[in-house]
């Protein structure tokens, strides 16, 4: 028992230190931001003859702002942990994990230079997929083993665009873009893009988050809510001068909106819910991205950030308490039972729709008001229209299923009570109501838009709508109706993410199946007789012979003494003559 309480002080520690930085790192990025000030820091750490090995460090206002959100994120969810993973006797490995997590995405931030990029880029994937397998069971080791597959993609991507930057002289990518134009460098765009598709789960690498559902809740709400997912997204903001407004990347983009809002939808797992509204909001930052509004992007990923991994906190405390239970229509009755939880889950899911002066509001207005002033065709404003739509449809839909119905199942484990995990929660909340204002008054400017009354209606009119049949049983009865109507095969498409989890499987398998071979007539086969254990039986069988002889036996003793003394009248026999 000593041992267990011991074991708890270790989040306690690793809480404090990353809320203390987070605390002193936010202010400081405000203050960069005022005076536009950036810093390069470099450390020499090996100068041997003409070679120079320098560690290079980047601190700006978009740095400091995303390395103070990650800390003060990963200190709730270590606060968060102490009391969800009560009982594990796995808790120090757990936290150790996390925070050698937060590490590799600090390096991540920090970086201007390719190979430290490598470093954090390829740790974030090592470490996220211990942490997907910690409960060591089948789900989990598919779930991980697709996730790290699918992020290995990435990798190679980093690790041709370093080789292809040998070209230029050197891996500072940070000028690389002033230095040569759009062309020259469109190898090294090209696999940049594709690693941050990898790492932020745009179609066609979507498979795997969901699938990453499989770790514990923490974990989702930090690694795949706030910090392994959006790095895609902010590599592409350090490159957003080469980027520029990019056609392909914003198909892409809205393409995921749609698929994951439509599947979500239809989907009955309450962290799965979750995950494909942050699959959709990544497809939000990314078709930010494809237009030119990198700062939006930003704004974008740090106010959803605060929300997202609340909601996945919040979703944590309601299956502890429900033996486990992740299907919605197994649950409900929780604002009878959790106040202060459905509070907070319903506070950020309205942030999460865009409701008025929330934090999700002042990102995703300036996104979708900026979108709709600029050049587009009918087909993309209706894939986003509808993909910002199902927003609401989805959350609503949450909603409904988890507050306005009891489930008839009453909780014995009641958590709320738990200080532990409520402050956290609540510390979350108060900044995903006040960082979207706090944020557009220090970093942007004032902005006027104007747009024709025929979108703002409908938007309006279309926003009401949706909320009225997700909500109402009269929605409940309409939808189901319509469903009747339609093959299923299309329901069985839209919700299962248009095939592609199957698909990413498909393509996985024949290298999986290459190792089963391998496995069976190399590791099991010939190395088995020719390796390690099986030499050692050939030596050990070598060896008893000799140890035979070593045997006290009166007849071998006398034998030996009578072959020496033959042998030795022989030769004396043949000297002598």
């Known amino acids: 028992?000593?041992?267990?309480?011991?074991?708890?002080?270790?989040?306690?520690?690793?809480?404090?230190?990353?809320?203390?930085?987070?605390?002193?790192?936010?202010?400081?990025?405000?203050?960069?931001?005022?005076?536009?000030?950036?810093?390069?820091?470099?450390?020499?750490?090996?100068?041997?003859?003409?070679?120079?090995?320098?560690l290079t460090f980047l601190l700006d206002w978009m740095s400091l702002m995303f390395m103070?959100?990650?800390?003060?994120?990963?200190?709730?969810?270590?606060?968060?942990s102490y009391s969800y993973m009560e009982g594990d006797i796995n808790i120090s490995r757990f936290i150790i994990l996390v925070f050698l997590f937060v590490v590799s995405m600090i390096l991540l931030i920090l970086s201007p230079n390719m190979v430290s990029i490598l470093l954090g880029w390829d740790g974030l994937g090592l470490v996220s997929y211990c942490l997907v397998i910690y409960y060591q069971n089948m789900k989990s080791a598919s779930a991980g083993m697709l996730t790290v597959l699918s992020n290995r993609l990435g990798d190679v991507a980093i690790l041709l665009c370093i080789s292809w930057m040998f070209n230029y002289g050197g891996w500072n990518f940070y000028y690389?873009?002033?230095?040569?134009?759009?062309?020259?460098?469109?190898?090294?765009?090209?696999?940049?893009v594709v690693a941050a598709l990898t790492k932020s789960a745009q179609i066609p690498f979507s498979a795997w988050l969901p699938a990453a559902m499989a770790a514990p809740t923490p974990v989702s709400s930090l690694v795949h809510s706030s910090t392994l997912v959006t790095a895609g997204v902010y590599l592409l903001i350090r490159f957003n001068e080469l980027l520029g407004i990019n056609f392909y990347l914003l198909l892409i983009s809205v393409l995921?909106?749609?698929?994951?809002?439509?599947?979500?939808?239809?989907?009955?797992?309450?962290?799965?819910?979750?995950?494909?509204?942050?699959?959709?909001?990544?497809?939000?930052?990314?078709?930010?991205?494809?237009?030119?509004?990198?700062?939006?992007?930003?704004?974008?990923?740090?106010?959803?950030?605060?929300?997202?991994?609340?909601?996945?906190?919040?979703?944590?405390?309601?299956?502890?308490?429900?033996?486990?239970?992740?299907?919605?229509?197994?649950?409900?009755?929780?604002?009878?039972?959790?106040?202060?939880?459905?509070?907070?889950?319903?506070?950020?899911?309205?942030?999460?729709?865009?409701?008025?002066?929330?934090?999700?509001?002042?990102?995703?207005?300036?996104?979708?008001?900026?979108?709709?002033?600029?050049?587009?065709?009918?087909?993309?404003?209706?894939?986003?229209?509808?993909?910002?739509?199902?927003?609401?449809?989805?959350s609503a839909r949450l909603v409904y299923y988890l507050f306005s119905s009891g489930s008839g199942i009453s909780t014995l484990v009641h958590k709320e009570s738990d200080l532990n995990?409520?402050?956290?929660?609540?510390?979350?909340?108060?900044?995903?109501?006040?960082?979207?204002?706090?944020?557009?008054?220090?970093?942007?400017?004032?902005?006027?838009?104007?747009?024709?009354?025929?979108?703002?209606?409908?938007?309006?009119?279309?926003?009401?709508?949706?909320?009225?049949?997700?909500?109402?049983?009269?929605?409940?009865?309409?939808?189901?109706?319509?469903?009747?109507?339609?093959?299923?095969?299309y329901i069985w498409f839209i919700g299962s993410m248009w095939f592609l989890p199957m698909l990413s499987a498909h393509f996985l398998a024949p290298s999986l199946k290459s190792g089963l071979i391998y496995f069976k007539y190399m590791d099991n086969g010939w190395l088995e007789e020719m390796g390690g254990q099986g030499g050692m039986l050939k030596l050990m069988k070598i060896s008893s012979v000799v140890d035979g002889w070593s045997i006290l036996n009166l007849k071998a003793y006398l034998f030996m003494v009578f072959i020496f003394v033959l042998f030795f009248i022989l030769f004396m026999y043949f000297y002598s003559s």
């Open 176 to 192: 690389l873009q002033y230095m040569y134009s759009e062309v020259e460098l469109m190898t090294i765009l090209l696999l940049v």
């Open 256 to 394: 995921t909106l749609f698929m994951s809002g439509a599947g979500a939808n239809l989907e009955m797992d309450l962290k799965k819910i979750i995950a494909l509204s942050t699959l959709s909001q990544l497809g939000v930052m990314m078709m930010t991205l494809s237009i030119g509004l990198y700062e939006l992007a930003f704004f974008h990923l740090i106010s959803h950030a605060l929300f997202k991994s609340l909601l996945f906190l919040c979703a944590g405390l309601y299956i502890h308490s429900n033996y486990d239970t992740q299907d919605i229509r197994m649950l409900g009755g929780f604002s009878i039972m959790f106040p202060t939880t459905s509070l907070f889950f319903i506070g950020c899911s309205m942030s999460l729709c865009g409701f008025p002066f929330l934090a999700g509001f002042y990102s995703k207005d300036l996104i979708l008001e900026s979108f709709f002033m600029m050049n587009m065709n009918m087909l993309v404003y209706s894939l986003v229209f509808l993909g910002t739509m199902f927003t609401i449809t989805y």
């Open 421 to 489: 995990m409520i402050i956290p929660m609540g510390v979350l909340f108060i900044c995903s109501i006040m960082a979207g204002s706090l944020f557009n008054w220090v970093y942007l400017p004032s902005l006027s838009v104007v747009l024709p009354y025929l979108i703002k209606w409908s938007i309006l009119f279309m926003g009401l709508v949706f909320l009225y049949f997700a909500w109402s049983k009269a929605g409940e009865y309409y939808f189901n109706t319509v469903l009747s109507f339609v093959n299923m095969s």
């Open 1 to 54: 028992m000593m041992s267990y309480y011991k074991n708890l002080s270790v989040p306690l520690i690793y809480s404090m230190l990353m809320l203390v930085m987070s605390i002193f790192l936010l202010p400081m990025g405000v203050l960069f931001m005022l005076n536009d000030t950036i810093v390069f820091l470099e450390w020499d750490l090996l100068n041997l003859m003409s070679v120079s090995i320098m």
């Open 68 to 80: 103070g959100t990650v800390l003060l994120i990963s200190s709730m969810v270590s606060f968060y």
